[in-house]
C-alpha cells in the first residue's frame, strides 16, 4: 500500500525565517513529487513538482528529493504571513494501465507568526 | 489562466438522498480525477478516467458511488444513497495526459454536507 507521511504540526516560524516542511514515501517506484498549498475551505494550489534527485528552487520556494531515502522536502524562504496555510506532499506512482493518481500525505499546517 | 470548474460549490443534503457533482476540466486535458478530502486528512483519489475510458476506480465505493465522463470532456460524479461519512470536499484535477511526470490541476471543490 502506498503511503505518504508528514508531520501534521502545526509548525510555527517567525515572519522572514525559513520554513522546512518534511515527507516520506513508501513506494521505491515513485516518479513525481508535488507540493500543493491549501488555505482554509479552498482546494489544493500547486506550488512545485520534482522528478529528479537534487534540489530544484522557484522564487522562495526549494524543493529537495532523495530518492535513496524516499524523502521530500519543502523549503521556503523569507516566510511571509501570506505562507499561512496547510502543505500537501503528494506523489505519483504509475501503475499498470496508466493509472496515476496521486497519493497525498495528510499534510503539514504552518503558521507564520508576524 | 484556464481553470477546472466545478459545480455545485457547496450542497447540503439529507442522507439516503442522491446527489451529483459536476466537473469541466481544463480545454484538451485528456485525463480527468475525482477526489475526495476528508476534513484534516489528504485528497484520495475515487476515480481516473483518460479520455471518456475509466482507467482507475479501485477506490470508488460502487455500490453507491458512479461516474461518468460519456464525451471525454466533463464529468457527473454521483452518490445515491448519500451517508453522513459522504460528508467531505470533493475535488476534481486535470491533467493534459497520465503518465507519471504530468501535473495535476484542481478544480475549487465540492462541498457535501449530509444531515
Known amino acids: 500500500q502506498k503511503e505518504v507521511e508528514q508531520n501534521s504540526g502545526p509548525l510555527s516560524v517567525p515572519e522572514g525565517a525559513i520554513a522546512s516542511l518534511n515527507c516520506t514515501y513508501s513506494d521505491r517506484g515513485s516518479q513525481s513529487f508535488f507540493w500543493y498549498r491549501q488555505y482554509s475551505g479552498k482546494s489544493p494550489e500547486l506550488i512545485m513538482f520534482?522528478?529528479?534527485?537534487g534540489d530544484k528552487e522557484d522564487g522562495r520556494f526549494t524543493a529537495q528529493l532523495n530518492k535513496a531515502s524516499q524523502y521530500v522536502s519543502l523549503l521556503i524562504r523569507d516566510s511571509q504571513p501570506s505562507d499561512s496555510a496547510t502543505y500537501l506532499c503528494?506523489?505519483?506512482?504509475?501503475?499498470?494501465?496508466?493509472?496515476?493518481?496521486?497519493?497525498f500525505g495528510k499534510g503539514t499546517h504552518l503558521i507564520i507568526q508576524p | 489562466e484556464a481553470e477546472v470548474a466545478q459545480s455545485p460549490r457547496y450542497k447540503i443534503t439529507e442522507k439516503s438522498q442522491a446527489v451529483a457533482f459536476w466537473c469541466d476540466p481544463i480545454s484538451g486535458h485528456a485525463t480527468l480525477y475525482w477526489y475526495r478530502q476528508i476534513l484534516g486528512q489528504g485528497p484520495e483519489l475515487l476515480v481516473q478516467f483518460q479520455d471518456e475510458s475509466v482507467v482507475d476506480d479501485s477506490q470508488l465505493p460502487k455500490d453507491r458511488f458512479s461516474a461518468e465522463r460519456l464525451k471525454g470532456v466533463d464529468s457527473t460524479l454521483k452518490i445515491q444513497p448519500a451517508e453522513l461519512g459522504d460528508s467531505a470536499m470533493y475535488l476534481c484535477?486535470?491533467?493534459?495526459?497520465?503518465?507519471?511526470?504530468?501535473?495535476?490541476?484542481f478544480g475549487p471543490g465540492t462541498r457535501l454536507l449530509v444531515l
Open positions: 520534482i522528478y529528479s534527485n
Open positions: 503528494a506523489v505519483n506512482s504509475p501503475s499498470g494501465g496508466g493509472a496515476d493518481g496521486l497519493t
Open positions: 484535477a486535470s491533467s493534459q495526459t497520465a503518465g507519471g511526470t504530468e501535473t495535476q490541476y
